[in-house]
């Protein structure tokens, strides 16, 4: 059985910093593209940042520069640092898991980030 654990979400200060992590198990690491998908209410759910084992990723354009996706596959974890948070990065963050680049098999439960000062 596949399992996303996320963690890191909580409140922040605009500007503020927040790293996510998401454990993965029943899955084999390697094979997979990463990613995370963030939702706001009333929002459409919105790819954020993807990465293949390969090195190769992606970045939604409103989060270039601020954040960053790595991954490491010998823990089979998937990180998002989050650096210069805004407000409307205010949402819940879900962990992904797929075998291609558009679509994704398996989801997390989701953790909130807040950004409010």
């Known amino acids: 059985q596949v399992h996303l654990v996320e963690s890191g979400g909580g409140l922040v200060q605009p500007g503020g910093s927040l790293k996510l992590s998401c454990e993965a198990s029943?899955?084999?690491?390697?094979?997979?593209?990463m990613g995370w998908y963030r939702q706001a209410p009333g929002k459409e759910r919105e790819l954020v940042a993807a990465?293949?084992?390969?090195?190769?990723?992606y970045h939604e354009d409103s989060v270039k520069g601020r954040f960053a996706i790595s991954r490491d596959d010998a823990k089979k974890i998937v990180y998002l640092q989050m650096n210069d948070l805004k407000p409307e990065d205010a949402a819940v963050y879900y962990c992904?898991?797929?075998?291609?680049?558009?679509?994704?098999?398996?989801w997390g439960q989701g953790t909130q980030v807040t950004v409010s000062s």
């Open positions: 992904v898991a797929g075998r291609t680049w558009q679509n994704y098999d398996h």
């Open positions: 029943g899955i084999v690491f390697n094979l997979y593209v």
């Open positions: 990465m293949g084992s390969g090195g190769g990723f």
